[in-house]
């Protein structure tokens, strides 16, 4: 499908970036003004001058002894090299991407690229609850920006935000938002109907394809009977990509299915929250370009998955017999292409209300 056709998601200012930590990766932004988000990418003939001291290769920019097809189990990340990067240690998760300062400045980036994709924090329509001091839980919160903006949006809102690893703020923080350390596949430490309002986003590299029944499942447990679930993801799948950089995509989608994870799981959420039990399911399509070829979203969108796959090369590396520094380039020249091709990704948001019968249940 030509994006063309669809309406790119776009917006026409600058938001308010809140945290300090995000120029650190992201150097060019400055707060409350009109300058460019994030620095350009960057040129190809200077990303490869990362890789002058890597061992030789093919004619596709690869070591020539990688094996193809190659395979790895994600629940054995932790004895892959870490690359400089800190992970997670938590057997039981088959979450790819690192916990550290860098992994948490790009999720603030994530968090407002959503945020201009989707035009605001919210698809489910639960303004009004939370306006009259409605409970939220946000599972995998990360460094908690959405939790905080909604504290801060929804005074009388009680907002709760969990995570495997503790990124998110601990001592500074609105009186009305708590953070704790949870994961969504194990019982959540909250009585059944507890909340007013649930989200979940960007779990595409957080759970293994038999393990999403089981997480809106929990959700479904702890929504209260009207009550909302908001689950927004990205199809993993570049649209208008090309050459030897959708070869190299291509690959990448074999090992992340092979390590039981489903890239293309977005759009059938919906379909969970119904099987879950979730009545007036509605779901949207949105489509976010890559690259400054559609301006300013593009460039951040860009920038953040570009950063967010080099985070994953301790799932990649291995399986594709690759050093960091050979991963590294063909991610930068991926995204280098994906603005020369015009590519986009699709998001999807899906959202669903718990039935107020009780037998319904």
């Not at 698809?123 to 504290?151: H, K, S, Y």
């Not at 649930?198 to 293994?208: C, E, I, P, Y």
Request: a negative charge; aromatic letters at 10%.
């Amino acid at each position: 499908m030509d994006g063309s056709s669809l309406g790119f998601a776009s917006h026409p200012t600058i938001l308010d970036m809140r945290s300090h930590a995000f120029t650190r990766l992201f150097p060019t932004l400055q707060n409350h003004c009109g300058s460019p988000i994030c620095s350009p990418i960057l040129p190809l003939s200077q990303s490869l001058t990362m890789g002058t001291q890597q061992s030789k290769k093919n004619s596709n920019g690869r070591s020539s002894d990688r094996s193809s097809k190659a395979s790895v189990d994600a629940s054995n990340q932790n004895k892959c090299p870490n690359f400089g990067r800190t992970y997670h240690d938590i057997k039981s998760s088959v979450y790819i991407l690192p916990s550290d300062d860098r992994e948490i400045d790009r999720l603030i980036l994530h968090h407002y690229c959503i945020k201009l994709g989707f035009n605001g924090n919210l698809i489910a329509p639960v303004e009004d609850i939370l306006n009259e001091g409605g409970r939220v839980l946000d599972i995998g919160c990360g460094p908690g920006i959405w939790a905080l903006e909604i504290a801060h949006d929804f005074e009388c809102a009680e907002v709760h935000g969990i995570d495997l690893v503790p990124m998110f703020p601990q001592q500074i923080k609105p009186p009305n938002v708590e953070f704790a350390i949870s994961n969504v596949l194990e019982r959540l430490p909250f009585p059944d109907n507890y909340f007013d309002f649930v989200q979940m986003r960007s779990f595409v590299v957080a759970l293994r394809t038999y393990e999403w029944p089981v997480a809106i499942q929990e959700i479904f447990r702890v929504v209260k009977p009207g009550g909302w679930a908001q689950l927004i993801d990205i199809d993993q799948k570049f649209f208008r990509l090309d050459g030897e950089s959708k070869a190299f995509f291509d690959e990448m989608t074999v090992i992340i299915t092979q390590a039981g994870l489903d890239p293309f799981i977005a759009k059938h959420l919906g379909k969970y929250l119904k099987k879950a039990g979730f009545e007036d399911v509605q779901s949207t399509r949105i489509s976010i370009p890559i690259g400054p070829w559609k301006g300013q979203l593009g460039q951040m969108m860009s920038d953040d998955m570009c950063e967010g796959f080099i985070g994953a090369g301790r799932l990649y590396c291995p399986a594709m017999n690759l050093t960091a520094e050979e991963y590294e380039v063909l991610i930068r020249k991926m995204f280098h292409d994906a603005n020369k091709c015009e590519s986009y990704y699709n998001w999807y948001g899906h959202h669903g209300r718990k039935p107020i019968d009780q037998d319904s249940m």
